[in-house]
């Protein structure tokens, strides 16, 4: 055989592969979330079939019309919204102080403290889901959206401020000496000099935080329980998932439930991408 022929076979051979591969983890990916959504406008009875189809017989958006008319479900999803939102505020604001004096002001138990940050995320959140709910009742924190704020935060600080550091790491000292010989205090040039450099260390952050909040069950079963309160992943398991389901009903609510977050990755991928990517290899 002549050996370019040879080569572009064996090279045509190669991206087949490559795609066949690509196609085959999309696919698994992808097919539960396009089963939502068919779900999501079938009828209960269709649903219930023992042999599925793959698309409805006649699309029915019954599921969704009633999700919307339902203040219950709308109810849940502004609760979502707004512990998400606080939690990535409260967690970026945090971050962005600890993770600079982490960065700049180095003393002995640094490596330590980092330790105990790497320690921590390696801990199940039902391991302490006991201890945190009984310190919240002590200081009267359950059952309110600032408790599960907090408890939340506190799974996801010690990531975030690693993140950080690493971030202020990789600005070069020598611009916050200008800034000082200049007259710059040090919150003047953490604002004015350093900030602006690690804005997408801190969407990163901001994003992850937002996703991870969204999709919280655990914390918020374990602190909330009044319904009026209640998350949406809460929501959805308390109210709508029982011993016979509502299955268009569920799906329609998991599809609205997705929506936010398909949002805020596919506007922010970029940012969050290079932030982590760029947190990785600094310092």
């Known amino acids: 055989?002549?050996?370019?022929?040879?080569?572009?076979?064996?090279?045509?051979?190669?991206?087949?592969?490559?795609?066949l591969a690509i196609f085959a983890i999309f696919f698994f990916l992808l097919?539960?979330?396009?089963?939502?959504?068919?779900?999501s406008l079938?009828?209960?009875?269709?649903?219930?079939?023992?042999?599925?189809?793959?698309?409805?017989?006649?699309?029915?958006?019954?599921?969704?019309?009633?999700?919307?008319?339902?203040?219950?479900?709308l109810t849940y999803y502004k609760n979502n919204i707004l512990v998400s939102a606080?939690?990535?505020?409260?967690?970026?604001?945090?971050?962005?102080?600890?993770?600079?004096?982490?960065?700049r002001f180095?003393?002995?138990?640094?490596?330590?403290?980092?330790?105990?940050?790497?320690f921590t995320q390696m801990m199940p959140v039902i391991s302490r889901l006991i201890s945190l709910y009984t310190i919240m009742r002590k200081v009267n924190l359950t059952d309110t959206h600032v408790g599960l704020v907090l408890a939340v935060s506190a799974t996801q600080i010690p990531f975030a401020v690693s993140l950080m550091a690493s971030f202020f790491d990789g600005i070069p000292r020598e611009l916050e000496e200008s800034a000082s010989v200049d007259g710059c205090g040090r919150f003047k040039t953490l604002f004015r000099i350093v900030m602006p450099l690690v804005v997408p260390g801190l969407l990163a952050v901001g994003v992850y935080s937002f996703l991870q909040t969204w999709d919280d069950y655990l914390h918020a079963?374990?602190?909330?329980?009044?319904?009026?309160?209640?998350?949406?992943?809460?929501?959805?398991?308390?109210?709508?998932?029982?011993?016979?389901?509502?299955?268009?009903?569920?799906?329609?609510?998991s599809t609205l439930g997705a929506?936010?977050?398909?949002?805020?990755?596919f506007f922010f991928q970029k940012y969050m991408?290079?932030?982590?990517?760029?947190?990785?290899?600094?310092?």
């Open 1 to 19: 055989m002549n050996p370019k022929l040879k080569r572009n076979t064996l090279r045509f051979g190669s991206t087949t592969l490559k795609y």
């Open 31 to 39: 097919f539960p979330v396009y089963w939502m959504l068919t779900t």
């Open 259 to 265: 929506i936010p977050m398909i949002f805020v990755f």
């Open 42 to 73: 079938k009828t209960n009875i269709e649903s219930y079939r023992a042999i599925p189809t793959l698309w409805p017989e006649n699309v029915n958006f019954d599921g969704y019309i009633s999700l919307i008319k339902d203040g219950k479900f």
């Open 221 to 253: 079963i374990t602190l909330i329980r009044s319904s009026d309160l209640w998350t949406l992943s809460q929501g959805l398991k308390l109210t709508y998932l029982g011993e016979v389901s509502d299955w268009q009903l569920i799906n329609a609510a």
């Open 86 to 103: 606080m939690a990535a505020a409260f967690i970026c604001f945090v971050s962005l102080f600890a993770g600079y004096a982490l960065s």
């Open 106 to 118: 180095h003393f002995k138990w640094n490596v330590l403290l980092f330790a105990t940050f790497s």
């Open 273 to 283: 991408i290079k932030g982590l990517v760029s947190g990785a290899v600094k310092g």
